[in-house]
């Protein structure tokens, strides 16, 4: 019996399949759905409904339980009128309904203040800018990682000081991309890049010297030698895990986003999730929160179904 | 060891030197055609964490026009090593080795090579993957040329599938167009059938013998399997491992045509002894690390339940 639920990895059929993947998602907002709704889970605080007695109250303040049932004390105490009010979350934690609420009107009610931007137009700056990142560290990193993987003269000059240089953290060249890029998008792009390019090429050479041997021999013997060994051979025997690695390497560059843009003028989804939480609107915070882990998931999904499309003879793919 | 092969002599009254008249000439006529292939005291030596170690030493044969020729030797002896001199893909560090006169110095189209693993481009089609070589040297109507050797190999029905949509005998049957479609001088195989089923080897061997017999080619075919040697190959060229050397080069006295019914022929199991004598003189010492495994066994089931 419980042996079946570590059966192995194949025989999951493709409807099992989807409907564990839903309830991945479905666990967490149940959890979410139980904190939120059932009012003997959790919520510390009491939303205060009829401030009674009590002075500095006001119908819906949040206050501590325990403060509460102080003041509830007092006044009955004092024999003045009871306050009353209800369990309720911290403001730090909206409920499901409000985020998706807030969620709808980000992108349907203007924003409170006249120029600022709205939620569309912040989130596709913020992808302009990871599109850019990446785009920058792709050019350098693929051929490069290729070159490094297939060529162990390349590999041995270069990789040292990249695997030394990975590990200094991205954020930490912010100050100095401000001094050099000014303060617009340029230290953003560039702080994406730095966090994108050094583990891009260790992963792509790599990969690039995962490619059976026999297989260049096989070309060599077939008198391909030179440059072709590389485009008709390395890079199309490497394509596919290429590919895999490079949707890998921009969920990374999502995760440099939110620090890059930081960085001189404040902009993008960022400038919008600080915004909105200044104003305590943690609604709106969450629901920006999750836009960039659907982008970031939609595209991914998207790019996994393409890469099935592109490399039919990907026998790995069969595997998921 | 010995007993056993005066024994097949005695009682087939046939050694594995004698030579009916028919393959006598047959070998008179191989030596009347040019010389392919020539090695000339060729060594490989590397350096290994242990020290220098003689990978190959002396080697010295050579290989005529359309002959077919195994190599065989256990392992560790440096026959793969040799197939990849010959084909350019390693270097020697002593020696020669001449094709038509020629040294090699690195691969050419002029040596095919068909491997033991599966050495097909698994982004190609099979088609595609049988063009590669004409595509490369920019030679003739390469589509046509690949769809002529599929159809030798009896594969043009599955042109446009994947490599890994075959199944193992198949692959290698491209790998062999693959290597041919470049009209190569001689054809290397290392241990080709090596990871092939008993059933399929056979097919296979049988097929390469076709082949050969077709086509203007030379074959040089590692393996460590006698039968097969034994079957495949005009001579043998037996070698021994620490340091690689050959230590004889027999010509096969089975006559041609070949077919498996021979196989229990007297020349046929004269031979056989003759290698076996050659490759298996003394048992191998066994590995540390498998000397360390003594099972003990203890007596599970009941003292009556026997099942011998």
Redesign the interface.
């Known amino acids: 019996m419980i042996s079946n639920w570590f059966g192995g990895r194949m025989d999951f059929d493709a409807r099992k399949r989807t409907l564990f993947a839903i309830g991945s998602f479905l666990l967490p907002l149940l959890v979410w759905c139980l904190v939120s709704y059932v009012p003997f889970i959790w919520h510390p605080k009491i939303e205060v409904t009829v401030p009674g007695g009590v002075d500095y109250f006001q119908v819906g303040m949040l206050v501590d339980k325990a403060q509460f049932e102080e003041e509830t004390a007092y006044t009955r105490e004092q024999k003045l009128a009871l306050p009353a009010g209800i369990p309720a979350n911290p403001i730090y934690l909206p409920a499901p309904h409000e985020v998706a609420q807030a969620f709808y009107t980000g992108f349907t009610k203007a924003p409170e203040q006249k120029d600022a931007p709205w939620l569309h137009e912040s989130l596709w700056h913020s992808i302009q800018i990871i599109l850019w990142g990446f785009l920058i560290s792709s050019l350098i990193g693929v051929p490069l990682g290729i070159l490094a993987g297939t060529y162990a003269s390349v590999g041995r000059l270069s990789e040292p000081f990249i695997e030394f240089f990975r590990y200094l953290p991205a954020p930490a060249f912010g100050a100095l991309a401000v001094a050099v890029l000014g303060i617009y998008d340029g230290p953003k792009i560039a702080i994406i890049v730095i966090g994108t390019l050094f583990q891009q090429v260790l992963i792509i050479a790599n990969t690039t010297r995962k490619l059976e041997a026999t297989l260049i021999e096989a070309a060599r013997t077939l008198g391909t030698r030179g440059a072709s060994l590389v485009t008709k051979v390395v890079l199309p025997g490497i394509l596919p895990d290429l590919y895999r690695d490079q949707r890998i390497l921009l969920g990374w560059a999502w995760t440099y986003l939110i620090v890059a843009e930081l960085i001189g003028t404040s902009s993008g989804i960022t400038w919008y999730i600080t915004q909105q939480a200044r104003y305590q609107h943690f609604d709106t915070v969450y629901a920006a929160i999750m836009i960039i882990g659907i982008i970031g998931f939609g595209t991914d999904l998207i790019l996994a179904r393409l890469g099935r499309r592109l490399f039919p003879w990907d026998r790995a793919q069969d595997r998921r | 060891m010995n007993q056993e092969i005066t024994q097949a002599i005695n009682r087939d009254g046939i050694g594995y030197l004698d030579q009916s008249e028919a393959v006598k000439a047959r070998f008179e006529s191989i030596r009347q055609r040019e010389v392919i292939l020539e090695v000339r005291d060729l060594g490989k030596r590397f350096r290994s964490p242990q020290g220098e170690v003689d990978a190959l030493r002396g080697i010295n044969f050579s290989v005529h026009r359309r002959e077919f020729i195994c190599v065989i030797g256990p392992s560790g002896c440096g026959k793969s090593t040799l197939a990849r001199i010959i084909?350019?893909?390693d270097h020697h560090t002593s020696g020669e080795a001449l094709l038509d006169g020629k040294p090699i110095t690195?691969?050419?189209?002029d040596?095919?090579?068909v491997?033991q693993?599966?050495?097909?481009?698994?982004?190609?089609t099979v088609k595609k993957n049988v063009m590669?070589?004409p595509l490369?040297?920019r030679r003739g109507d390469a589509e046509s040329d690949a769809l002529l050797w599929l159809e030798l190999v009896g594969l043009e029905k599955f042109a446009d599938a994947?490599?890994?949509q075959l199944s193992g005998g198949m692959r290698q049957r491209v790998?062999i167009a693959?290597?041919l479609v470049?009209q190569p001088r001689i054809l290397?195989m290392d241990e080709p059938f090596g990871a092939l089923d008993a059933q399929t080897r056979a097919k296979m061997q049988s097929h390469l013998i076709d082949i050969w017999r077709n086509v203007d080619v030379t074959v040089l075919f590692i393996t460590h399997d006698l039968d097969e040697a034994i079957y495949l190959a005009d001579r043998i060229l037996v070698l021994k491992a620490h340091p690689g050397e050959v230590q004889e080069i027999i010509e096969v006295p089975v006559p041609r045509p070949r077919s498996p019914a021979q196989f229990d022929s007297p020349e046929f199991r004269a031979t056989k002894a003759r290698l076996a004598e050659l490759i298996h003189p003394e048992p191998e010492p066994m590995p540390e690390d498998e000397q360390a495994v003594k099972p003990h066994l203890i007596r599970f089931t009941n003292v009556a339940d026997n099942v011998e």
């Open positions: 084909a350019g893909l690195g691969p050419g189209q040596r095919g090579m491997f693993g599966y050495s097909l481009f698994p982004w190609l590669f070589g490369m040297n994947y490599p890994h790998a693959r290597a470049n290397l």
